[in-house]
């Protein structure tokens, strides 16, 4: 028997292998899984009872749509080979796909798991977007369909708007990267709104839009962005990410831009209103002008003055007719007065010179001059005339008589 060597052994198996199993379609459940820095991918692929290594390398992997994670169901299409050095055999994989529903499915799940997670969808970060903006950026195929469509509707509804289109493919292998740099570039031009969008397709045709690439480029921009990706049925992750989904390219001009005809109806009922309220504001200012002056009237200096003079001449009239009145009552006293003062003086006068003639007599009767009785004198203290009872002993006093006046001195006192 002929002796072959390890290597020599392991040789053979590798081509009979190779040669019986080029082409497989295997399913199992996916473990121990390894990212190499290379880009290779390494796994085990296990069933109930049985397990198989497997490799898929660089050129393959990166054409994987969705993530490989530990315990996912899948099917491997590969070949299975024979790593020489370890004699470990293994299935080489050319692709793979999650079993029971497609790769493309599976990667949007798990990508809008993620960004969900990551707050890419909250409301509280979406941008409000203008009423009237005035420079959009449409980011998509210069030649589609869908571009024509989003004119023709800004064209229709607002002309006062400048458009710069930023050309780039929209499906393939590299649309996802020249998308997601046209919202970058476009981004730093100071544009009211981007909007990103191409027509309907299959999800193979939309899948640019599903690319986290895109959905970072989307979530970073300051610019407000809309989506507008397929028909209405289709969602997309930029739909998500997007400060507003629009259902179509055309819906999304239509929900962007404000329409001239409805403005223009708009300044009309505005015009209305504002006549109207014009009208019932001068109205009210009106009659509120005419109470002021009314009530100014009523309180004005004039007014006030006016009422002052006609009282002063209602008090002036009432004063004369109570003068008027006093003068005919006093005439009518005056006449009798002037009737009766003769007579009223005369007695007056009378009765006044009887009065003096009176004085006169008691006055030369009580005169010392006049008093011609012998023996008789008048007596008198610091100069006061006094009733001789009332000297004390000791006083010193004055007699007057008509022609002599003596001083005199109390030496003795007696009662008669």
């Known amino acids: 028997m002929y002796t072959l060597s390890v290597s020599a052994l392991n040789e053979q198996i590798k081509g009979l292998l190779e040669t019986s199993f080029s082409r497989v379609l295997v399913e199992g459940e996916l473990s121990r899984i390894t990212f190499h820095n290379s880009g290779h991918i390494y796994f085990t692929l296990k069933d109930s009872s049985s397990t ?3 490799v898929m390398f660089k050129g393959n992997a990166s054409k994987l749509k969705f993530q490989l994670k530990e315990g996912l169901k899948v099917t491997l299409d590969g070949a299975v080979t024979l790593y020489k050095p370890r004699g470990e055999y293994q299935i080489n994989c050319f692709s793979i796909e999650p079993a029971g529903h497609g790769a493309l499915a599976l990667a949007y799940e798990q990508l809008k798991q993620k960004l969900s997670s ?27 369909a869908a571009l024509q469509d989003m004119l023709r509707v800004a064209n229709s509804r607002y002309r006062l708007l400048d458009i710069d289109i930023y050309d780039v493919l929209v499906q393939g292998e590299s649309s996802a990267k020249a998308i997601a740099n046209a919202i970058i570039i476009s981004d730093t031009k100071e544009y009211d709104i981007i909007v990103v969008g191409r027509g309907g397709g299959s999800i ?13 480029a989307i979530f970073h921009a300051k610019t407000p962005i809309v989506s507008a990706v397929g028909h209405e049925i289709d969602w997309v992750i930029s739909d998500f990410v997007s400060d507003l989904r629009a259902p179509t ?23 209305s209103q504002f006549s109207q309220i014009l009208s019932q504001k001068m109205f009210v200012k009106k009659q509120s002008l005419e109470h002021l002056i009314s009530s100014y009237s009523q309180h004005s200096i ?19 007719q109570h003068i008027s009145f006093k003068i005919q009552n006093y005439s009518k006293d005056l006449e009798h007065v002037r009737v009766r003062f003769p007579h009223a003086i005369s007695s007056t006068i009378t009765l006044k010179q009887n009065q003096v003639l009176n004085l006169k007599r008691m006055l030369e009767s009580n005169n010392p001059k006049f008093k011609i009785k012998s023996g008789f004198a008048q007596i008198s203290k610091n100069s006061k005339v006094i009733d001789i009872a009332s000297l004390n002993l000791h006083d010193i006093f004055d007699v007057q008589s008509n022609e002599i006046s003596i001083s005199a001195k109390v030496i003795d006192k007696k009662t008669i």
Do not use: C
């Not at 962007?256 to 300044?267: A, G, K, R, S």
């Not at 003055?305 to 004369?320: D, G, N, P, R, V």
């Open 118 to 144: 990551q707050g890419y969808f909250e409301a509280s970060v979406k941008k409000e977007l203008p009423k009237f903006p005035t420079r959009i950026a449409l980011i998509t195929s210069a030649t589609s």
């Open 302 to 320: 004039e007014k006030k003055l006016t009422q002052k003079m006609q009282e002063i001449k209602q008090s002036k009239e009432a004063f004369y």
């Open 204 to 216: 193979e045709d939309l899948w640019a839009f599903n690319e986290e690439i895109v959905a970072n």
């Open 249 to 271: 390219p055309s819906a999304a001009m239509e929900i962007i831009l404000p329409d001239t005809n409805e403005l223009y109806q708009y300044l009309d009922s505005l015009e």
């Open 52 to 54: 198989i290594k497997g």
